[in-house]
């Protein structure tokens, strides 16, 4: 058995956005799934504190969009609302039209997942998931397959959404500069078994602009210390 991560203890606040970063194979992935009750560890334990819900809700996010390819877009969000108990039935179409317009995909909402590009599926599953109004948000890589474009528009509508929204995220990524432009605080794992060897905070002022804050001292000297940090964990394993 292969043991994909070990001695892991972190916390995370409500509303914080944490980017996981590390490199291939390290346990990122297996670790949100871990949190997020999808893969069960062979030990430890996290809890979830002072959700205003009886129970707090997780949503997932994964590297594919997971759009039912036999529902048009306006579908595919409305279908995961009708299912949740905390929202009413008649306040489905609302919120469903609510987020097609915040992504900017209301005139595709008859359209059906191939009629689309990458980049507006994962509108959709960005969208379904703020709509479905959990309390954490886990993030596992969701723009690695997209193009450098769709990348940066989608950095800004994440931003846009979560702002003032009161989720938690958890963020899975390789990409560091991605990290640096979305987190509150970035945790950088060693290669596997991952472990943490960094847990830093991100001193760049909120709303952020994903293409000027690549010009600040902070997000260079970010970028760069979290490269050396895995590179040095890297060149001694």
């Given amino acids: 058995m292969t043991t994909a991560f ?14 996981i970063l590390g490199p291939s194979g390290c346990g990122k992935s297996t670790l949100l799934r871990s949190l997020a009750g999808l893969n069960e560890p062979s030990s430890g334990r996290f809890s979830i504190a002072s959700s205003q819900r009886s129970r707090a809700s997780i949503a997932m996010v994964f590297q594919e969009h997971g759009l039912f390819p036999w529902m048009t877009l306006l579908e595919n969000i409305s279908f995961i609302l009708k299912n949740n108990s905390q929202i ?5 179409p609302i919120i469903t039209a609510e987020y097609l317009s915040i992504v900017g995909l209301s005139e595709f909402a008859s359209y059906y997942p191939h ?13 379904r998931s703020f709509a479905n109004n959990p309390d954490i948000l886990m993030m596992d890589e ?7 474009q ?28 991605e990290a640096v432009i979305l987190a509150d605080r970035v945790i ?4 596997s078994p991952g472990k943490i ?4 905070k991100i001193n760049i002022e909120r709303p952020r602009d994903p293409l000027k804050i690549r010009n600040s001292e902070e997000f260079r000297s970010r970028v760069e210390g979290f490269i050396n940090y895995i590179r040095s964990d890297i060149s001694i394993n």
């Fill in 6 to 19: 070990e001695n892991i203890s972190l916390s995370v606040s409500k509303g914080e956005f944490v980017a």
């Fill in 150 to 177: 769709s990348r940066l528009l989608l950095h800004e509508l994440l931003l846009k959404i979560w702002q003032g929204s009161g989720k938690t995220i958890l963020f899975v990524t390789h990409d560091i500069e």
């Fill in 188 to 191: 950088v794992m060693s290669a």
């Fill in 197 to 200: 060897i960094a847990d830093e």
């Fill in 142 to 148: 969701p723009f690695v397959f997209l193009d450098y």
């Fill in 88 to 92: 009413a039935p008649e306040d489905v």
């Fill in 115 to 127: 009629q689309v590009s990458g980049g507006m599926k994962q509108r959709i599953s960005i969208a």
